[in-house]
């Protein structure tokens, strides 16, 4: 069991160790945010930057950085990061990790910032660089993820079905090709969250068989989710 922190003891010493040889798993914020700050596409951030892991028992797969797992992260100049206020979820966390929203201190004797005797509050920590939003994206994820693996496991047997997860879950701007750009990332996101539990429920019920009305019936929720949501919060 590992022991719940509230503060620790740490400085970065900025050797890029946690950027080297590391499988870093990103979730679908990560990779909007890394779009926002690179001025690319998500599917150009999937194309350069992003490898897919297959979880062996439920086949659901997971975004990693190409780079980072056999060499240095790409986005690492110099030892420093190039996206640091739009770092990824895992990268911010570090040399922390999460276990059903508490926090430990991982096992990394390479990282030479917990050498430092200076000590972190675990709350500045988190909401650094808007961290609070990833945490708060992160759970939403995480909740689908397991839903899918507990309920929904099914839909990943669908070709089409589990294609279109993937897209709404990572692809943004492929679903939505520049459409509702005006909106945050955090917005982006929980409107492609809601479309995909409205996919879910649709394969559950498995009353759509065409894949155009599939298609024409996440538009129409999308825009109704906005309608309600998200042009009411900007007034
Ligand atoms: S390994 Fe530790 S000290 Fe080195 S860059 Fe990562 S967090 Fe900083
Ligand atoms: S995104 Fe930045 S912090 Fe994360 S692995 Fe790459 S260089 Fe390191």
Redesign the pocket.
């Known amino acids: 069991m590992e022991k719940v922190i509230k503060e620790f003891r740490f400085k970065c010493q900025m050797t890029?160790c946690?950027?080297t040889n590391m499988e870093?798993f990103l979730n679908p914020y990560d990779i909007l945010q890394i779009a926002n700050q690179c001025s690319i596409t998500t599917s150009e951030v999937l194309e350069k930057y992003i490898l897919f892991l297959k979880d062996k028992e439920s086949g659901i797969i997971r975004p990693i950085?190409k780079s980072?797992r056999t060499g240095l992260?790409d986005?690492?100049l110099n030892k420093l990061?190039?996206?640091?206020s739009h770092?990824?979820l895992s990268?911010r966390l570090f040399p922390l990790g999460r276990i059903d929203g508490d926090f430990y201190l991982q096992e990394a004797k390479f990282c030479q910032g917990l050498e430092n005797n200076d000590i972190v509050q675990l709350s500045d920590y988190l909401k650094d660089d808007d961290g609070n939003i990833y945490l708060e994206m992160t759970d939403i994820y995480h909740k689908i993820v397991n839903s899918l693996k507990n309920e929904n496991l099914a839909i990943l047997d669908n070709n089409y079905y589990n294609n279109l997860l993937n897209v709404l879950f990572y692809d943004y701007d492929y679903f939505y090709n520049g459409e509702y750009n005006h909106l945050s990332s955090r917005e982006k996101m929980l409107l492609s969250f809601h479309l995909i539990n409205i996919l879910i429920e649709e394969f559950n019920k498995k009353i759509i068989s065409d894949n155009q009305l599939l298609i024409d019936k996440l538009y129409l929720e999308g825009d109704k989710f906005i309608a309600k949501n998200i042009k009411k919060q900007e007034n």
């Not at 990061?81 to 640091?84: E, V």
């Open positions: 890029a946690c950027c870093i950085f980072a992260c986005f690492n990061c190039t996206i640091h770092r990824p990268c």
